[in-house]
Every structure is written in C-alpha cells, then in structure tokens.
T-cell receptor, first 121, second 109 residues
Framework: GAVVSQHPSWVICKSGTSVKIECRSLDFQATTMFWYRQFPKQSLMLMATSNEGSKATYEQGVEKDKFLINHASLTLSTLTVTSAHPEDSSFYIC?????????????????FGDGTRLSIL | GQQVMQIPQYQHVQEGEDFTTYCNSSTTLSNIQWYKQRPGGHPVFLIQLVKSGEVKKQKRLTFQFGEAKKNSSLHITATQTTDVGTYFC?????????FGKGTSLLVTP
C-alpha cells in the first residue's frame, strides 16, 4: 500500500519550455503532498507543501510564479516549471502523506514518488 | 528555523563492518524519521521514532532517539552490499520534514 506515482520520469526540453510533473497517490488519499528538489549527491530541499483545495505553501527562496503547484484532488498534485532554464535542471521528487490510525497527521511518514529528472538544454 | 545536521557525509566500509550515522537537530523534535535512498532511486521510509530515548530494531539496523529528542542515530551491524545507499534522517517541524544532508554508505565486498 501507499504507492505514489510520479510522471514523467525523464524530461529533456529546450530552454523556455514549461514542464508539468504529476504526482499521484494510487491507493490512498493524500491531503498533503510535498515537492522536493534534489541536486546530485545532495539532500532533499523542500520547495513547497501542497494541500488539496487550497494554495500551496512555498518555502523561502522558491519562486511561486516559477513553480506552479496545483492540488486539485486528493490523489493528484502537479508541479509546473514555467519557462524553464538550464539552472532549473534537477531531480524533482514528490511525496504524499496520509493519516494512519488516529495518530497526529504531522507524524505520519511520507511516501515518495520515483522522481523526475529534468534537463533543460 | 529548524536545522538538521547529519554526519558523516560519506562512509566507506568493508562488508561485515559496522556503520553508524548521526543526526542532530538545533531544536527539540516531535519525532524523527529515517529514509534510505538507493543510487538512482527515491527515498524509502524506514522507521519513525517518537518517544524520548526510544530504541527500535529492524534486523541488523538499530535506531535510537536521544533523551532530549534532539539527536538520533542509525547503526548497521555487519554491513552487506545491499546496505549501499544514502541514509537520511528527517526531523519533523510539525507539518513538514527537514532532511539532513544524508550519509552515503559504500560497502565493498
């Protein structure tokens, strides 16, 4: 259980293109999804928190107009990198969290998608 | 804001040797989670520690949460080549996780 699907796995595109990445929870409802960025051999940097039906919460230094997040349903969140440039090339990973039992939601583990490798030429 | 420091950054061991990675937070944590990321893969949840002084074991892996709930460790006994990967600790700030930089473990046969 708790499978998160992320699509696409790889994207190579020209500078100036907008790229949409989808994150789906396949067998559970995710009220909260997270978007991370990971540079080679680096840790995961939280970009934004996506809550179903409301605006995403962006971390400091992350441009909300550059990285558009939409969480339209309990099973789908999308990240759109608008007018991508080479410096946006990175590994983007989403994760989803759901409540297990009656525990505090914030304590629940996150389940990660396989990630999307984005290369902007 | 909350910062989570993790050491060492890299560790290279011979198969059969033990391995430990340490995690330290600048603030008291409500809980700490550990993840493993294989090369080219995504992080996979290993375990969560919630209680002060808690110790949990998963086969050869032993996880500890400090009494002050500000530090944690992961110890692997008798490493195997399948243990290769990067181990991340992640401290919970209440709604999101703050990941440490991770410890990359390389095990040579």
């Amino acid at each position: 259980g708790a499978v998160v699907s992320q699509h696409p796995s790889w994207v190579i595109c020209k500078s100036g293109t907008s790229v949409k990445i989808e994150c789906r929870s396949l067998d559970f409802q995710a009220t909260t999804m997270f978007w991370y960025r990971q540079f080679p051999k680096q840790s995961l940097m939280l970009m934004a928190t996506s809550n179903e039906g409301s605006k995403a919460t962006y971390e400091q230094g992350v441009e909300k107009d550059k990285f558009l997040i939409n969480h339209a349903s309990l099973t789908l969140s999308t990240l759109t990198v608008t007018s991508a440039h080479p410096e946006d090339s990175s590994f983007y990973i989403c994760s989803a969290r759901t409540r297990v039992g009656t525990g505090v939601l914030a304590n629940q583990p996150q389940h990660f998608g396989d990630g999307t490798r984005l290369s902007i030429l | 804001g909350q910062q989570v420091m993790q050491i060492p950054q890299y560790q290279h061991v011979q198969e059969g040797e033990d391995f430990t990675t340490y995690c330290n937070s600048s603030t008291t944590l409500s809980n700490i989670q550990w993840y493993k990321q294989r090369p080219g893969g995504h992080p996979v949840f290993l375990i969560q520690l919630v209680k002060s002084g808690e110790v949990k074991k998963q086969k050869r892996l032993t996880f500890q949460f400090g009494e002050a709930k500000k530090n944690s460790s992961l110890h692997i006994t008798a490493t195997q080549t399948t243990d290769v990967g990067t181990y991340f600790c992640a401290g919970n700030s209440g709604y999101a996780l703050n990941f440490g930089k991770g410890t990359s473990l390389l095990v040579t046969p």
